[in-house]
């Protein structure tokens, strides 16, 4: 079973500072990383996606992987109250078929 | 506008009625997914398909249908079969020469009562 872990949280930061948001996945033939923001109520927003070890930066958000510990992350700096929600990580499948398996998401929290 | 949309955003349905939930893009993408998603949890893949008269069953199958006539269309059946049937249902596209990056709809939450 391929499987993709994170810590549901919820993860309490305050304004300013830095979120650090983890995923681990099994499948080692994985190629490509995803981000997701999901408010409340609401549908899924791609925000990063990664596909080479080491570190992709755009604005605030720098999405890591490490392929061989088989572990992804998501930096937020300067985190805003807006950033709060919940951040589905996704993995795809190793096979053509273009399928993402989602972790149960992150609940970020930022507090004023 | 260019995006994905998905009719209705909320539906109620009595427990034994099958239900159609509508998804369309005007992105031109070839491949649609349809999702589950319940309180709490990640999203799972229901069916999907990466090219017109064409889709596959995903994790979670049993008590949907798909049909896929056309490349802007993907509309899911939730039937009378399916036991738990109340949660938020998304649709998702992508282009087949991507890097499987995939865009979702607003989605829509049906209750089942």
């Known amino acids: 079973q391929k499987e993709v872990e994170q810590n549901s949280g919820p993860l309490s930061v305050p304004e300013g500072a830095i979120a650090s948001l983890n995923c681990t996945y099994s499948?080692?033939?994985?190629?490509?990383f995803f981000w997701y923001r999901q408010y409340s109520g609401k549908s899924p927003e791609l925000i990063m996606f990664?596909?080479?070890?080491g570190d992709k930066e755009d604005g605030r958000f720098t999405a890591q992987l490490n392929k061989a510990s088989q572990y992804v992350s998501l930096l937020i700096r300067d985190s805003q109250p807006s950033d709060s929600a919940t951040y589905l990580c996704?993995?795809?499948?190793?096979?053509?078929?273009?399928?993402?398996?989602f972790g149960q998401g992150t609940t970020l929290q930022v507090k004023p | 506008d260019g995006g994905i949309t998905q009719s209705p955003k909320y539906l109620f349905r009595k427990e034994g009625q099958n239900v159609t939930l509508s998804c369309e893009q005007n992105?031109?993408?070839?491949?649609m997914y349809w999702y589950r998603q319940d309180p709490g949890q990640g999203l799972r893949l229901i069916y999907y398909?990466?090219?017109?008269?064409?889709?596959q069953k995903g994790d979670i199958a049993e008590g949907y249908s798909v049909s896929r006539e056309k490349k802007e269309s993907f509309p899911l059946t939730v039937t009378s079969a399916q036991k738990n049937p109340t949660a938020f249902y998304l649709c998702?596209?992508?282009?087949?020469?991507?890097?499987?990056?995939?865009?979702f709809g607003p989605g829509t939450r049906l209750t089942v009562t």
């Open positions: 998702a596209s992508r282009f087949r020469t991507s890097s499987y990056e995939q865009y």
């Open positions: 996704a993995v795809n499948v190793a096979s053509n078929t273009g399928k993402l398996i």
């Open positions: 398909s990466q090219i017109v008269n064409d889709f």
């Open positions: 499948d080692r033939g994985s190629q490509s």
């Open positions: 990664i596909y080479s070890n």
């Open positions: 992105l031109n993408h070839d491949a």
